[in-house]
């Protein structure tokens, strides 16, 4: 195949199936550090292809082939994206069989036996830190190597002429990070559609690599180190002022533990003077520091000082001993976490903590004694399924802790079914809890009714959720058909959840569902004294969901807040003080419970289509509705034109 340059294709498949593209991060490091390369920046082609989550394997094959075939065609592989990559070769080499396949990421590194008796088009696997590997595979194509002669490269796996599988020694890691070309801007990616929007959901940055921890259930440190090593600040405020300069909202950073350097409280400064300065960014989403330093809680109150939001998580994963044993996770410091918590829930703070289900050494009544602990203290918990990823621990200590797995109906991760202390049927029932977990709470369906309920009635979260999905489950109302089949297809671990959370915040029928439960389940148990105020509070969560346009509900009027836009809610009359009750509640102080009736404008973010149709909770969250302060403290403190709010008929109350 004869052409002026070498067709390179770099071709990365986001999860989520949005309206709007996820940022080729990783791609776009590849492409910045093989142009860097005089010669290859003159002989070679490198061309990203960026697709969503729900693209058919049919329509990329079209896409990716009609026009021009490569002669390298590269992956960047994870496990919901492995099997259609492994198909997308076999098509490729139809076309064009002296062409490259390579393959990289945390999914097939070091996984060279298994991609290659799978998909034996692949020629060569990348293990560790792909920028310098992927520059050197293309090198050796313009050198006119043979795929089959790759023992030159460090950091990689290739088969020989005879089929052996070859394992070149590891390459080093990267020391200096700043030796990677940044493809913001260089260029290398790009950031604005053809009306010169900012064309991703997010910004996704890295402000360091590395991870000083090595939990059995994660491959992170391994896969880029346990040294962690940093961007220099210039490099970093230099991309911030990029993404300020295209009004991007949410920086989402990719950093393991943020806020543990020093250089975290830089990055959070320069990005509060920018946006002092151009009105963006807004919001910065990261895995935080699981130890939380002196610097953590610097950043945090510069953050809250500054209106700049955040997910802070604790990522605890279990609370019980032994299973904190068997992870590597004894020793951690976040174990001490009620603390934190009451701290940083008494500053207002958004937060969240994690949860694992099926890992070694949890049982039912474990799980769910420490699902109700920490509820106490954290309303939204991301409940994970035990996954058991490549390289890791559990993955390969199976037998050691009796897992019984499966893959993924539409992926290739390896889903828990049973374990040592988990049976099947267990493991089924759990599944069911789960679902309505991450769909109703994790996901914000509903926030502060849980310490509502908690609180006032003495009615646990689990509890409310088990009684949301037994309700669901025996109902015979049709709205509620798509939700029970949704369920029933994750009672394996393997099932999909955005699919309920598109019909809560999307359907109507949805939210009407939600308010039959609470008719029939849950108003008959409040307390006499403190029904109606636990009543506003539900009503208020359903009023402050995201409001989607064409959603079914009358147009809201729109605001400019620094050049963005918000939808308006005016006059939203409440019976209580219901943002006051709920402070105070989270907060361990005693509410006043008189009814002191309040009008309030919330304001929404508009666009949130993207973010509700998608299972990404730490997006869906800077969505929803909020009172004129908030509003304000998220917008920088800019002036909000239109109405405010108000006592209803000229009482006391505050918004």
């Known amino acids: 195949m004869s052409r002026e340059k070498a067709l390179v294709y770099l071709v990365q498949q986001s999860v989520w199936d949005s309206p709007m593209e996820s940022m080729p991060l990783a791609m776009g490091y590849m492409k910045s550090t093989a142009l860097a390369d005089p010669r290859i920046a003159r002989e070679a082609d490198i061309r990203i292809l960026n697709y969503r989550g729900g693209k058919s394997l049919s329509s990329m094959a079209n896409e990716m082939f009609r026009d021009s075939v490569p002669d390298v065609l590269a992956f960047s592989v994870l496990g919901w994206n492995f099997r259609t990559f492994g198909c997308l070769a ?187 300065k151009y009105g963006f960014p807004r919001a910065v989403e990261t895995s935080w520091a699981k130890n939380k330093s002196k610097s953590f809680f610097e950043i945090v109150g510069k953050m809250k000082r500054a209106g700049m939001r955040s997910s802070f998580t604790l990522a605890l994963q279990t609370l019980d001993d032994t299973t904190l044993g068997l992870m590597n996770r004894r020793n951690m410091k976040v174990n001490d976490w009620e603390d934190l918590a009451e701290r940083l829930d008494k500053e207002g703070l958004d937060l969240y903590a994690e949860l694992i289900w099926g890992a070694p050494g949890e049982t039912v009544e474990s799980f769910m004694a420490g699902y109700d602990k920490l509820s106490r203290r954290v309303s939204r918990i991301a409940c994970y399924p035990m996954l058991m990823l490549p390289n890791t621990d559990y993955s390969e200590q199976k037998s050691r802790y009796g897992i019984v797995s499966v893959r993924g109906d539409n992926d290739d991760f390896e889903y828990m079914l049973a374990n040592s202390t988990v049976t099947f049927a267990e493991n089924q029932r759990m599944q069911r809890f789960l679902y309505w977990a991450r769909v109703i709470a994790e996901m914000c369906v509903l926030r502060s009714t849980w310490v509502g309920l908690r ?115 005016e006059n939203v009359l409440l019976a209580y003080d219901v943002p006051a009750v709920v402070a105070a509640l989270r907060s361990g102080e005693v509410p006043d419970l008189r009814a002191q009736p309040v009008a309030l404008d919330l304001y929404y973010r508009t666009g949130s289509h993207n973010a509700v149709t998608s299972t990404n909770h730490e997006v869906i969250i800077h969505y929803m509705g909020m009172p004129r302060q908030a509003a304000l403290a998220n917008a920088a403190a800019v002036d909000v034109p239109g109405a405010v709010a108000r006592p209803a008929g000229g009482q006391g109350g505050s918004s």
């Open 90 to 276: 076999e098509t490729f080499k139809q076309l064009n069989p002296d062409g490259w396949v390579i393959m990289g990421g945390t999914h097939v590194a070091h996984q060279g036996d298994r991609v290659f008796r799978m998909f034996p088009e692949v020629d060569a696997v990348v293990n560790g830190e792909g920028e310098f590997v992927f520059r050197d595979i293309v090198a050796a194509r313009l050198d006119g190597v043979s795929p089959r002669e790759l023992d030159g490269i460090t950091g990689l796996t290739y088969r020989a002429e005879d089929g052996t599988v070859c394992r070149n020694p590891d390459r080093d890691r990267i020391e200096d990070l700043n030796d990677i070309p940044s493809p913001f801007l260089t260029g290398a990616l790009e950031l604005t559609d053809g009306a010169g929007n900012f064309r991703y959901d997010v910004a996704i940055m890295e402000t360091n690599r590395g991870c000083p921890y090595k939990c059995a259930f994660c491959y992170w440190g391994g896969a880029v180190g346990q040294k962690v090593r940093a961007f220099s600040r210039e490099r970093l405020r230099a991309e911030l002022e990029l993404f300020a300069r295209h009004q991007v909202h949410t920086i989402v950073l990719c950093d393991a533990n943020f806020g543990l350097l020093r250089g975290d409280v830089d990055f959070i400064d320069d990005l509060i003077e920018l946006r002092e």
């Open 455 to 569: 609180e006032l009635a003495g009615i646990s979260q689990s509890e409310a959720l088990r009684s949301i999905g037994s309700f669901i489950e025996n109902s015979g109302d049709p709205a509620a058909e798509p939700l029970r089949e949704a369920m029933a297809s994750s009672i394996g671990g393997t099932g999909d959840i955005a699919q309920g959370v598109t019909l809560f915040y999307t359907d109507p029928g949805g939210r009407e569902l939600l308010r039959r439960w609470w008719g029939a389940e849950i108003r008959p148990r409040l307390p006499a004294a403190e029904a109606a105020v636990v009543e506003e509070i539900f009503r208020y969560d359903l009023l402050t969901h995201p409001v989607v346009e064409g959603g079914g509900e009358p147009e809201l009027p729109v605001v400019s807040l620094r050049g963005e836009g918000y939808h308006v809610r």
